[in-house]
């Protein structure tokens, strides 16, 4: 496992046996157990995403966060409803309950008023608010998307194989039809008048994010009860484990808790964190082969005070409680 060469360093994992279904794969699995183990968190290298891409969802992502607030606000998240897209301005999420030093933009898969799902008015499916005045915007964040699902799939079964697992488990059980959650993040340069955290302490929910940085950094991880920088990487993804996937191996792969610094430079920081997350209606429970392992409460240490072995119910349950306090403004659109 190659790392950045000295102690308390997020792992480097080359996961091209995993992209091309090589004999060898098992051995990219030992690292990932290891990096879940250690720290909730690694980077994957050698990934099979192209960087045209992620070069034109980034520079696209610059021309939409440029313009005025009026202007990106054509496609606010009230306009979104149930199915929770759009627009966000700065402060207008928050992490424990204190406004975020961020702006964004919330995407999911693009399912039309037709779609089972939509015609049922599940929370968070529909249709996607995208710019009209920014070409391939649209098209740009849509194939990404696609390439990160893929991307989550074979990371999926790397981790399935990390816990001697079949390669399939998760997508037979949870991600055959995942839940995508898609953000784009702008973290305006900091001033006299700001606070330093672009995000607070908190973990993700879900299974597994993926997250592209730009080349400011600002990400921190805490291990070990110390914060440490996880910095940008190029040819690289950040991936870190969530709430349901410490949940399924209880407590055995820790989702472990980070924050953003806010940049102090001029330049703004932009940040692209997708979340390959259960199917909405799944019930996430824990993997029958790890049932020796002893679960620790640790609810008492989180940044939420949750105990993710208590709940009971399914992941869309779990995720609706945790988003309508980030914007409890929409809570009456979703609930």
Known sequence: MDSFGGENHIPIIDISELVSNSPRKCDVAKQINS?????????????????QLENRLESLS???????????????????GRAWRGYFPVGGEL???????????????????????????????????FPDNIAMFKETVLEYI????????????GVALSLNLHESYFAELYTKNPLPLFRIFNYPARNNNTHGWGVGEHTDYGILTILKQDNLGGLQVKSKSRWIEAPPV?????????DMLERMTAGLYKSTP???????????????????????HGEVKPIELLEGNEIV???????????????????GEYLLDKVSKVFPQLREEVL
Not at 62 to 80: C, N, P, T, W, Y
Not at 234 to 242: D, L, P, S
Not at 264 to 272: K, N
């Open 35 to 51: 990096a879940c183990r250690e720290y909730g968190f690694f980077y994957v290298t050698n990934h099979g995403v192209s960087e």
């Open 62 to 80: 610059r021309q939409f966060f440029a313009q005025s607030v009026e202007v990106k606000s054509k496609i606010r998240m009230d306009l979104g």
């Open 95 to 129: 992490t424990s309950g204190r406004p975020d030093m961020k702006e964004g933009i919330y995407f999911g898969a693009e399912l039309d008023e037709m779609h089972p799902l939509v015609q049922l008015k599940t929370p968070l499916h529909g249709s996607n608010l």
């Open 146 to 157: 696609d390439a990160m699902i893929r991307l989550g799939h074979i990371i999926m079964a």
């Open 234 to 242: 190029a040819g690289t993804f950040v991936c870190n484990i969530g």
């Open 258 to 280: 980070h924050r953003v610094k806010s940049p102090a430079e001029s330049q703004d920081r932009l940040s692209f964190p997708f979340f390959f997350d259960p199917n909405f």
């Open 297 to 315: 409460d640790d609810s008492a240490l989180r940044w939420d005070n949750t105990n993710v072995f208590e709940f009971k119910g399914t992941y």
